[in-house]
T-cell receptor, first 112, second 114 residues
Framework: SQTIHQWPATLVQPVGSPLSLECTVEGTSNPNLYWYRQAAGRGLQLLFYSVGIGQISSEVPQNLSASRPQDRQFILSSKKLLLSDSGFYLC???????????FGQGTRLTVV | AQTVTQSQPEMSVQEAETVTLSCTYDTSESDYYLFWYKQPPSRQMILVIRQEAYKQQNATENRFSVNFQKAAKSFSLKISDSQLGDAAMYFCAYRRNTGNQFYFGTGTSLTVIP
């Protein structure tokens, strides 16, 4: 069966520090991968998605970037965090075009 | 980007009663998919139900059913015989058939009153 791992679960980082959140999927190949951010009262905002290695699409221009170095690995990064980067980050995957998205456990990021 | 609107930030229901959560969406596509996700306090997103736009029959999953009105671009979720474990945030989501992105509404926080 397929599983998705996302880490860390919680992170507190100072303003101006770098960020790296990692997500891996097991039990499938060539998945679509997604990074979402959830802010209070604003639902889930799609940040990046990827349909293959090295293929990244950005939905919202911002301080963050994403990379997909391997088929089932998706990384969310920042060179210098802002206070506004605080939030709950969710990684998700889907297979093909007629399936739902499956989510990781999420990362609570607090920028101080 | 597509727009998904959930106009009810908060809802409450008595245990064992029925509640309906509303969702509307904006699209020019004719073929797409709609979903309801549940996010309990653990924050794990769980799929509740899905609906293919080409299907006229409303999807059902045990106590959960939808009222899909394609012309009105409305996709409401009905929870029957509400249980305490149904308390959660509920998100409506949209995905067009030819795309890869999932777009979510802002969510409805459901409280179940014992």
């Amino acid at each position: 069966s397929q599983t998705i791992h996302q880490w860390p679960a919680t992170l507190v980082q100072p303003v101006g520090s770098p960020l790296s959140l990692e997500c891996t999927v097991e039990g499938t190949s060539n998945p679509n991968l997604y990074w979402y951010r959830q802010a209070a009262g604003r639902g889930l905002q799609l940040l990046f998605y990827s349909v293959g290695i090295g293929q990244i699409s950005s939905e919202v221009p911002q301080n963050l970037s994403a990379s997909r170095p391997q088929d089932r690995q998706f990384i969310l990064s920042s060179k210098k965090l802002l206070l506004s980067d605080s939030g709950f980050y969710l990684c998700a995957w889907s297979q093909g075009r007629n399936t739902e998205a499956f989510f990781g456990q999420g990362t609570r990021l607090t920028v101080v | 980007a597509q727009t998904v609107t959930q106009s009810q930030p908060e809802m409450s229901v008595q245990e064992a009663e029925t509640v309906t959560l509303s969702c509307t969406y904006d699209t020019s596509e004719s073929d797409y998919y709609l979903f309801w996700y549940k996010q309990p306090p653990s924050r794990q997103m769980i799929l509740v139900i899905r609906q293919e736009a080409y299907k006229q029959q409303n999807a059902t999953e045990n106590r959960f059913s939808v009222n899909f009105q394609k012309a009105a671009k409305s996709f409401s979720l009905k929870i029957s015989d509400s249980q305490l474990g149904d308390a959660a945030m509920y998100f409506c989501a949209y995905r067009r058939n030819t795309g890869n992105q999932f777009y979510f509404g802002t969510g409805t926080s459901l409280t179940v009153i014992p």
